[in-house]
Structures are given as structure tokens and as C-alpha cells.
């Protein structure tokens, strides 16, 4: 079943940081264009980070520019979001995305969710 798995959610005092994990299950994600996204609860959903391929660009939404950084682990098959100097605005439902293709089929993929929850 080809799949995208988040991890590494949580909860964690202002100031912290913490690191997601989105693995591909079933495909690879060398030429995915890859997405981290957020939803707050009554909040539309926001665009955190973008790493595109080919080039290798990434941009950054204007509320987490200094703060996140998007990076690949092309062995491990899995892309990461490190979080830094965590608010309370940043507490929301992180989503990896991912679109490519990969052994003969393209994709349009989504993982399901990772809760981040950020307070004292």
C-alpha cells in the first residue's frame, strides 16, 4: 500500500522545538515535490513548508520563516520539518504531502496528521 506516515507530534513547551517525520511506505520519494501543512482547529488550513523538485528549492510560510526548515533523508526514504521556538500559534494538525511519480505510477499523496500541540 503505497502511503505517506507521519510521526513525532506532540506536546512541548513554548520555546521548544520538536522534528516531524513523513516515511514513504510503498514508493519513493526522491522526485516528490513535498509539502508540510497545518490546520488549527477553526483555522483554514496553511501552507509550513515546500520542498520542490526537481531544483531542490524550499520556501517557507511568513509565520515560520527562521523558525522550521523542511530536509530530506533520501535513505530512509523520509522527509522532516524541525521545529524551533515553538508558540502557542503553532499548535495545530501538521499533514505531509507529497506529489510524484515513482516506479511507472504518479502519485497525489497525504499522510494522516500529526497533533502538535504547543503550552506551558
Known amino acids: 500500500q503505497v502511503q505517506l506516515v507521519e510521526s513525532g507530534g506532540g506536546l512541548v513547551q513554548p520555546g521548544g522545538s520538536l522534528r516531524l517525520s513523513c516515511r514513504g511506505v510503498?514508493?519513493?520519494?526522491?522526485?516528490?515535490?513535498m509539502k508540510w501543512y497545518r490546520q488549527a482547529p477553526g483555522k483554514e488550513r496553511d501552507l509550513v513548508a515546500e520542498n520542490t523538485v526537481p531544483g531542490d528549492s524550499t520556501n517557507y510560510g511568513d509565520s515560520v520563516k527562521g523558525r522550521f526548515t523542511i530536509s530530506r533523508d533520501n535513505v530512509r526514504n523520509t522527509v522532516y520539518l524541525q521545529m524551533n521556538s515553538l508558540n502557542s500559534d503553532d499548535t495545530a494538525v501538521y499533514y505531509c504531502?507529497?506529489?510524484?511519480?515513482?516506479?511507472?505510477?504518479?502519485?497525489?499523496?497525504r499522510g494522516q496528521g500529526t497533533q502538535v500541540t504547543v503550552s506551558s
Open positions: 504531502s507529497g506529489r510524484g511519480c515513482a516506479g511507472g505510477a504518479c502519485y497525489d499523496l
Open positions: 510503498g514508493v519513493t520519494l526522491t522526485r516528490f515535490s
